[in-house]
């Protein structure tokens, strides 16, 4: 197999398991009835925990290359999702050790979201570089899924069972040991000869849009389960298959990014917040179970799209060393944008009620203006990738 094919094999497996910490939201019944003697507050930080610990993960990668390769970096991502999984499962009646151990799982997800476009930047260019990218993103909306789906199995057992799901990040651990080049930072790819530059007007808009998509789309997640049950359209079960429906969704998309880039362009990243907010407002206007589905395909297909687009993004406006500064610096803002999302979508929309229709109304709303003003910004300020702009500089040089 060629190097090429083993990196992309390498990646692939690896974002496989980016989104692991999500696993335990599916016991989340049998964990509040294991813990009745504690807070629920305090049991549900084992889900809200790794959003916030995951920013950690993101500040600390560039640290971290100061003394270790990307390969290096992987593999310690990677055992902070299986040792305290391992824990979990073991110490599974000590509700302060599931708390640590999700703490951890945090910054597992924070070190993997920030190393692995820094590893595709490394060894690819365009377009091979937008294809890859798209095909990690695809990878990890499966892993999600596919995931879940088997921790919803297991719960049904026992809910700790669920831990057992970490076993399969031996497989990507194996992956990334025999397949991904361990050579040092500036050693391990033609990104140790690209000269430092950065577009600050370019990662600045990164990260206001993407924050601004952050903010708009995790409502999907947090409201979805609402919209269907005061509307009587089901219950949990219901809201799983609306749920997998949306991980199809954002992982055919996502999969199909480069061949959908040749036609958005640089609207890419506006196409995302559009569908976004084509999905919550059919789902405000036709309330009915199609429209839930319709706001969580919509949303998935839009975190396709944004995903990816994120990805390419940092290799378009920064180079050389400050590659992994800029990815760590815009992933933070949109870690912030995830966790803020329903506190800031429930305050915009507090005038009109915070049912859960009307918070998709307000972020369907909210999506659709952000992404006219994208679309505006782009066509009359075009950014130049850094690749341009040392083309131009080069030739006014010579």
């Not at 669920?162 to 033609?190: D, I, R, T």
Request: hydrophobic share 50%; aromatic share 12%; proline share 4%.
């Amino acid at each position: 197999m060629k190097q090429e094919n083993r990196i992309q094999l390498a990646v692939a497996a690896f974002c496989f398991v980016n989104l692991m910490y999500i696993v335990p939201s599916v016991a989340v019944s049998g964990m509040v009835a294991a813990f009745h003697d504690q807070p629920q507050s305090k049991v549900l930080l084992l889900l809200t925990l790794p959003n916030l610990t995951g920013i950690i993960g993101v500040l600390a990668e560039p640290f971290l290359e100061r003394w270790l390769s990307r390969k290096h970096i992987c593999l310690m991502a990677l055992s902070f999702f299986l040792v305290p999984g391992a824990i979990s499962f073991v110490v599974h009646n000590q509700l302060d050790v599931l708390v640590a151990c999700s703490v951890f799982m945090g910054i597992a997800y924070g070190l993997q979201s920030t190393v692995f476009p820094l590893v595709v930047s490394s060894y690819f260019n365009e377009p091979k570089r937008s294809q890859v990218m798209g095909i990690a993103t695809g990878a990890m909306q499966f892993g999600r899924m596919a995931t879940t789906l088997v921790a919803g199995v297991l719960a049904g057992f026992e809910w700790y069972m669920v831990y057992l799901c970490f076993a399969v990040v031996l497989v990507p651990m194996v992956l990334v040991y025999f397949c991904l080049p361990g050579e040092k930072k500036g050693q391990q790819s033609e990104e140790g000869h690209q000269r430092d530059a950065v577009c600050m007007p370019g990662v600045i808009r990164l990260a206001l849009v993407g924050f601004c998509f952050a903010s708009f789309y995790f409502v999907v997640n947090t409201h979805t389960s609402l919209y269907i049950e005061e509307n009587s359209l089901g219950g949990t079960a219901v809201t799983g298959v609306v749920t997998a429906v949306g991980s199809i969704a954002a992982t055919v998309v996502a999969a199909a990014f480069g061949w959908l880039q040749r036609y958005t362009g640089r609207y890419t990243m506006a196409a995302s917040l559009l569908v976004t907010g084509v999905g919550y407002l059919i789902s405000t206007v036709w309330v009915s179970l199609p429209g839930a589905i319709a706001a969580m395909v919509g949303a998935s297909a839009g975190i396709g799209l944004f995903c990816p687009c994120l990805m390419v993004g940092f290799a378009r406006y920064s180079s050389g060393r400050y590659l992994s500064i800029v990815t760590s610096a815009v992933l933070t803002v949109v870690n912030v944008g995830y966790f803020v999302s329903p506190y800031l979508v429930e305050w915009v929309a507090s005038p009109l009620g915070n049912s859960a229709q009307m918070i998709f109304a307000t972020a369907g709303g909210l999506a659709l203006a952000v992404a006219a003003v994208s679309a505006i910004a782009n066509w009359k300020a075009p950014l130049q990738s850094i690749d341009t702009q040392v083309r131009t500089a080069t030739e006014v040089e010579v």
